[in-house]
């Protein structure tokens, strides 16, 4: 699936900043969040280096070569391509680790293990990541759409809940000190829209399956569940856990 991540990333990675929206606003609060970091910082799941701007020694690194490739075009120095869950660092040389609206495409496991593993003790790990609740009108109305003209329910993401995020976190040697939950609603003027803001920045279901996928009908009665009924419009729902945690020393 990774394979499939990274693609998608790609591919929407030139029209990434028109529609990341919502993702830029969470980066903004998130290095708020974080403060002025002296040491070195490493940015999981850069993007297009949207962090890079609020650190001055800065390495971002993402899964996408497309991302990467563009972030360097646009001025951010130091960005790598490689899976974060295998970082290719060594031991305890960051100072401070972020990630913004990525790590809910990862094994959380896997990547607050390496994560742990290139932090000093005692430095900082800052993340926004959405959760459960996230995209929960769409996922609503596409489920009861499909059901109705399938007879069955489809294969969707499925975001973390807050829970396992923590429960991660402890196993994996952090401390949380500070915790925020925020939701960000957009509401767009049409399916259409809300669907291009969703997938405009790569986050495209790794689960399709094309020949699953219904018709005009299908639509009809997906863009009637799915329309807000105070506004007309289509919401895009973002339920957004933001953590500062710091890694504590082993024993």
Same mark, same amino acid.
């Given at each position: 699936?990774?394979?499939?991540?990274?693609?998608?990333?790609?591919?929407?990675?030139?029209?990434?900043?028109?529609?990341?929206?919502? *993702?830029?606003?969470?980066?903004?609060?998130?290095?708020?969040?974080?403060?002025?970091?002296?040491?070195?910082?490493?940015?999981?799941?850069?993007?297009?280096?949207?962090?890079?701007?609020?650190?001055?020694?800065?390495?971002?690194?993402?899964?996408?070569?497309?991302?990467?490739?563009?972030?360097?075009?646009?001025?951010?120095?130091?960005?790598?391509?490689?899976?974060?869950?295998?970082?290719?660092?060594?031991?305890?040389? $960051?100072?401070?680790?972020?990630?913004? $609206?990525?790590?809910?495409?990862?094994?959380?496991?896997?990547? $607050?293990?390496?994560?742990? &593993?290139?932090?000093?003790?005692?430095?900082?790990?800052?993340?926004?990541?959405?959760?459960?609740?996230?995209?929960?009108?769409?996922?609503?109305?596409? *489920?009861?759409?499909?059901?109705?003209?399938?007879?069955?329910?489809?294969?969707?993401?499925?975001?973390?809940?807050?829970?396992?995020?923590?429960?991660?976190?402890? &196993?994996?040697?952090?401390?949380?000190?500070?915790?925020?939950?925020?939701?960000?609603?957009?509401?767009?003027?049409?399916?259409?829209?809300?669907?291009?803001?969703?997938?405009?920045?790569?986050?495209?279901?790794?689960?399709?399956?094309?020949?699953?996928?219904?018709?005009?009908?299908?639509?009809?009665?997906?863009?009637?569940?799915?329309?807000?009924?105070?506004?007309?419009?289509?919401?895009?729902?973002? *339920?957004?856990?933001?953590?500062?945690?710091?890694?504590?020393?082993?024993?």
């Amino acid at each position: 699936m990774k394979k499939i991540i990274a693609k998608n990333f790609s591919l929407s990675a030139d029209d990434y900043k028109k529609f990341a929206t919502i *993702q830029k606003f969470s980066a903004e609060q998130l290095a708020k969040l974080v403060g002025k970091i002296s040491g070195m910082v490493l940015d999981i799941g850069a993007g297009r280096g949207e962090l890079a701007k609020f650190f001055d020694n800065y390495i971002g690194v993402d899964i996408s070569p497309r991302m990467c490739e563009l972030a360097r075009k646009d001025g951010v120095g130091k960005v790598l391509c490689c899976d974060a869950e295998d970082i290719p660092f060594d031991n305890g040389i $960051f100072d401070c680790i972020v990630s913004n $609206f990525a790590l809910q495409w990862m094994n959380p496991d896997k990547v $607050f293990k390496e994560a742990g &593993r290139v932090l000093r003790t005692g430095g900082l790990f800052g993340f926004s990541i959405p959760v459960e609740g996230s995209l929960e009108e769409l996922f609503l109305a596409w *489920q009861k759409a499909f059901l109705k003209h399938r007879g069955f329910i489809d294969v969707l993401f499925k975001f973390p809940s807050v829970n396992s995020v923590f429960y991660s976190l402890y &196993r994996k040697n952090f401390d949380v000190k500070q915790i925020k939950i925020d939701r960000y609603t957009d509401f767009k003027d049409t399916p259409s829209q809300a669907l291009k803001s969703i997938t405009g920045i790569g986050a495209r279901n790794p689960y399709r399956h094309r020949s699953l996928y219904p018709g005009k009908e299908f639509y009809r009665f997906f863009k009637k569940e799915f329309q807000d009924k105070k506004t007309r419009k289509y919401p895009v729902t973002y *339920q957004v856990l933001t953590v500062l945690a710091i890694k504590r020393q082993s024993f």
